[in-house]
């Protein structure tokens, strides 16, 4: 067996595979030079430089497996790789400790002022008056995700006596009082937290998180730290904010866009920079190469990987059954995300019908990945879907009925959180994914990856019309409507298919109009 290493890693990871395989370290290869030699290996090793396209993919006619030595996989085209067999791995705890304690010492850098005052000695000049710090004793930190990184971050800011916040929807709050942390909103957070250290990783939902309308919530004291993704923060209103005297300081690690040699960023005072340097550790380096290693020599071993970030295997005579309803078990988990609200404490998976009596490891895997998409970073498979639930205290059950009273099979996702609990249940008509149940609700929409507006109201005569006003007002065309209701001038919930999101101003209007109780755009 061949392994290419087609960006530099620790030497011992090397090592590791070289075991049971010959491996080639040719770094700085294009995609070209990629396409012509991949054919010949079993697995490929990279870190951040080498970007593994489809063509790449395509021609690696004997890949297996293709390992991250780091965290994110935005550098290979996952698609591509699922769409070809081969499995995608990571090491997602490598740099842990590296990056928890990089966010730590950039707040501690921010408090004291240390880059400024190292800068200005250096300069011939002595100015303690200038570089007047605060102690971060007793005060609140508040952490946005609190995964593998966050936890590590909460654990030290723990030692320095302070107060701890965080916001993370997929961690339970005993999990979080294990950390002695409170959870709460995005809304406390911003508003009580004196510093602020984000954890997230980089999506549709989490670009510019942090905006102009969440800077003016925050105390004018406040410093922010983001070293998990750059575009998390909108770098004009940062700065603005912090010229404008709304925030102490800010310290960036990450950028939009890197390697990043200008930004508006470096031209404030009030802001530490850094070359994205939370994983630049020796220890981290060394940790990132040999948990990827390892899973190389598993699986070119016939043994599964650790940390599988693609689609996991399923044998071809339960694919056959299986396969259609995997799409809508992540669907159910992606439509439950965007409906529930409060932190996550139980889910209950029940699956009626024939497919109750196969492996049903892939559906929850994909269930609990539709579950985490939108918000975290880890990507669900089967043989991680358990120890991630564990992981974040989410206590997962699972019911089978060989019977399905109106359909061939059905999965309902039941989840329980800390405000409420929330059901939804789908199964697979005319070849299509088909939504059919919200709670107590029976609807059927296909999501085919347009906007949904879900309305949960009082049935009475004119609300319709009431919305169809506001989203006519946007020039937001409605291209079908469903409505379903527990009796008339009762609950109801009527489902609007958009053919453009409405914008918040649009939401917050119909979220007035009387005996709408609540409103959310989803787009499935």
């Keep these: 067996m061949k392994v290419l290493v087609a960006d530099p890693i620790a030497q011992d990871g090397i090592d590791i595979m070289s075991r049971i395989a010959e491996v080639d370290v040719k770094t700085k290869l294009g995609e070209d030079q990629l396409v012509e030699i991949i054919g010949d ?26 390992g991250r030595a780091g965290v994110g996989v935005d550098n290979i085209d996952v698609n591509a790789a699922t769409e070809c067999g081969i499995i995608v791995a990571n090491a997602p705890t490598g740099n842990t400790v590296s990056a928890a304690e990089h966010a730590i010492a950039l707040m501690l850098s921010l408090a004291r002022h240390i880059p400024q005052a190292n800068y200005s000695l250096k300069s011939g000049q002595w100015k303690r008056a200038d570089f007047m710090g605060t102690e971060v004793k007793n005060k609140t930190l508040g952490i946005i995700g609190l995964g593998n990184i966050g936890r590590e971050v909460a654990r030290r800011a723990k030692g320095l006596e302070m107060k701890i916040l965080a916001y993370d929807p997929f961690v339970s709050e005993e999990r979080a009082g294990q950390l002695q942390t409170e959870m709460v909103s995005l809304e406390t957070l911003y508003r009580e937290s004196d510093f602020i250290t984000l954890h997230t990783p980089l999506t549709d939902t989490t670009r510019n998180m942090i905006d102009t309308q969440q800077l003016e919530t925050m105390k004018p004291t406040t410093r922010i730290i983001n070293a998990a993704r750059g575009g998390l923060i909108n770098e004009e209103a940062l700065v603005k904010a912090l010229n404008e005297g709304k925030l102490a300081g800010a310290a960036i690690d990450v950028f939009c866009k890197e390697p990043c040699t200008q930004s508006i960023l470096f031209s404030c005072d009030k802001i530490i920079v850094t070359p994205h340097l939370g994983a630049s550790t020796a220890e981290a380096q060394v940790l990132a190469a040999t948990e990827v290693c390892h899973q190389i020599v598993d699986v070119l071993g016939g043994q599964p990987a650790r940390y599988a970030v693609n689609a996991p295997f399923v044998s071809a005579e339960a694919m056959s059954v299986l396969g259609p309803y995997m799409k809508v078990a992540k669907i159910v988990g992606q439509l439950t995300s965007y409906l529930g609200e409060g932190n996550l404490r139980k889910i209950k998976i029940k699956y009626n019908g024939e497919i109750s009596s196969y492996n049903t490891n892939a559906l929850k895997a994909s269930i609990l990945g ?155």
């Design 41 to 66: 290996y079993d697995a490929m090793v990279v870190r951040s430089q080498t970007q593994v396209t489809a063509n790449i993919i395509n021609a690696g006619k004997k890949l297996v497996i293709i």
């Design 370 to 524: 539709g579950l985490l998409d939108r918000l975290s970073e880890e990507r669900v498979n089967m043989v991680n879907a358990n120890s991630i639930a564990s992981r974040r205290g989410i206590q997962v059950i699972e019911e089978k009925e060989n019977t399905c009273e109106n359909f061939a099979n059905l999965i309902t996702l039941d989840v329980e959180t800390s405000q409420g609990n929330i059901s939804v249940a789908g199964t697979v008509l005319r070849g299509e994914p088909h939504i059919v149940k919200v709670d107590q609700f029976w609807i059927d929409i296909v999501p085919t990856g347009r906007y949904f507006l879900f309305s949960d109201h009082r049935d009475r005569p004119g609300l319709i019309g009431a919305v169809g006003q506001i989203t006519g007002e946007a020039d937001v065309n409605v291209s079908h409507m469903y409505l379903s209701r527990e009796k008339p001038r009762g609950r109801a919930l009527m489902i609007m298919a958009l053919d453009e999101p409405l914008t918040d101003e649009y939401l917050q209007k119909i979220s007035k109009v009387p005996d709408v109780h609540n409103v959310k755009l989803v787009q499935l």
